[in-house]
C-alpha cells in the first residue's frame, strides 16, 4: 500500500513561519506531481502549491511570495515553507500525490490524511 504523511501542523501567531513535511511511503515505484491544498472552515479546497516531475513549482496569488515549495525533483518528502501567516491561512493542510506503486504499471491518485494549521491574529 502507499500511503502520503503530513507533518509539521501547529499553532503559529500572525507573521510568523511554519514549515510541513509531505511524505510517501509504502510501495511507491515512482512519484510525479505533488501538490499542497487546504481546506478552511466553510471553504472550498484550495490548492495552494504544485511540485511537477520537472522541478517547476506554481502558486495562487493568494500564497505568492509567501509560501515556497521544495522537494528533489520526482522525489519526496514535499515541503512547504510558510512565511508571513495570515489568520487567513489557517486550515488543513493536504497532501495530494500522483504516484506509481511498485506493483501497477501506471499512476494513481493519493491524498493525505492532512494535518492542522491555526494562525492566531
Known amino acids: 500500500q502507499v500511503q502520503l504523511m503530513e507533518s509539521g501542523g501547529g499553532l503559529v501567531q500572525a507573521g510568523g513561519s511554519m514549515r510541513l513535511s509531505c511524505t510517501a511511503s509504502?510501495?511507491?515505484?515512482?512519484?510525479?506531481?505533488m501538490y499542497w491544498y487546504r481546506q478552511a472552515p466553510g471553504k472550498e479546497r484550495e490548492m495552494v502549491a504544485v511540485s511537477d516531475s520537472g522541478g517547476r513549482y506554481d502558486y495562487p496569488d493568494s500564497v505568492k511570495d509567501r509560501f515556497t515549495a521544495s522537494r528533489d525533483v520526482a522525489k519526496n518528502p514535499l515541503y512547504l515553507q510558510m512565511d508571513s501567516l495570515k489568520h487567513e491561512d489557517t486550515g488543513v493542510y493536504l497532501c495530494?500525490?500522483?504516484?506509481?506503486?511498485?506493483?501497477?504499471?501506471?499512476?494513481?491518485?493519493?491524498w493525505g490524511q492532512g494535518t492542522q494549521v491555526t494562525v492566531s491574529s
Open positions: 509504502g510501495t511507491v515505484f515512482g512519484i510525479d506531481t
Open positions: 495530494y500525490a500522483t504516484i506509481r506503486p511498485t506493483w501497477a504499471p501506471r499512476f494513481y491518485d493519493y
